[in-house]
């Protein structure tokens, strides 16, 4: 990490973006205040002015999802008509790793010669950047509550994959509780913020169509209209009000099966 960030404040840059401390300035506050400050504590020094030149000159001078769903569905929303380059994931392009050189992965937008990377950053972009039907909420505290929705579903993604794919009784757990919390929240409303539909449930696509693909390839019911009726309705709604932005879902269905029925065959011995 410090690699890449020192890197990235070469050529006597002083701030992240543009040329004043902001946003993603703050957020670096462990690694300029509270990496130094272990580092002393501990003994352990993982900084050095000889091999992390621009990341100790950064500490000393300040001490500061969705997926390409989402970023198609907002384009859509928008009426933006964009190329899309398809991508071998085990033979990555010059073109990803040029665009995205930190996380290597998709998706990446590029507009105007500039790359942004990370599902929702895109969705973001692509909301402040192009007319149309706003997907963020335009009230600050009502955007600010979207955002911490987003974050909540990136934090609990990997469990409702590891609940799956591993059958793991913990991620199961973690899941329902989730699934709880969900549901409650979704009581007498249609959508997570707000009065349409917006920036928060775009970045829960895996909830409303990922993980009933999932429960029927595998036969793991995890979400029923009797345990969770707010969160099964928003479901139902989600897909069927969407069809328009959302992929096959008997094409992706067909695709899990056939893995998790692979997955379940025993090797082939003499």
Not at 225 to 242: H, S
Request: proline content about 4%; overall charge neutral; some cysteine.
């Amino acid at each position: 990490m410090l690699k890449v960030v020192d890197n990235e404040l070469k050529d006597n840059k002083k701030y992240f973006v543009g040329d004043k401390f902001g946003f993603a300035d703050i957020v670096a506050n462990a690694a300029a205040l509270w990496l130094g400050v272990l580092e002393e504590a501990s003994g352990v020094v993982l900084v050095t002015k000889q091999r992390t030149k621009s990341q100790r000159g950064y500490v000393a001078r300040g001490r500061e999802l969705t997926n390409w769903i989402g970023v198609e569905w907002a384009l859509k929303i928008k009426g933006v008509k964009c190329e899309f380059i398809e991508e071998n994931l085990q033979n990555k392009s010059p073109l990803l790793l040029e665009s995205n050189p930190i996380h290597k992965k998709i998706p990446v937008l590029i507009h105007n010669g500039k790359s942004i990377c990370e599902s929702m950053v895109i969705v973001e972009y692509i909301d402040e950047t192009f007319e149309g039907p706003s997907i963020l909420p335009k009230d600050p505290y009502d955007r600010a509550i979207a955002r911490f929705w987003v974050k909540f579903f990136e934090d609990k993604g990997s469990a409702v994959g590891t609940s799956f794919f591993h059958k793991s009784e913990k991620a199961k757990e973690e899941v329902c509780e989730m699934l709880k919390i969900l549901d409650n929240e979704l009581k007498d409303k249609k959508f997570f913020v707000g009065d349409k539909f917006g920036f928060a449930d775009i970045a829960a696509n895996f909830l409303a169509l990922w993980m009933g693909i999932l429960e029927e390839a595998t036969g793991i019911i995890l979400v029923t209209k009797e345990k969770y009726p707010n969160f099964y309705a928003w479901r139902d709604e989600y897909i069927n009000g969407n069809k328009e932005y959302l992929p096959s879902r008997d094409e992706l269905l067909a695709f899990f099966k056939a893995r998790f029925q692979a997955a379940a065959t025993p090797p082939y011995s003499n």
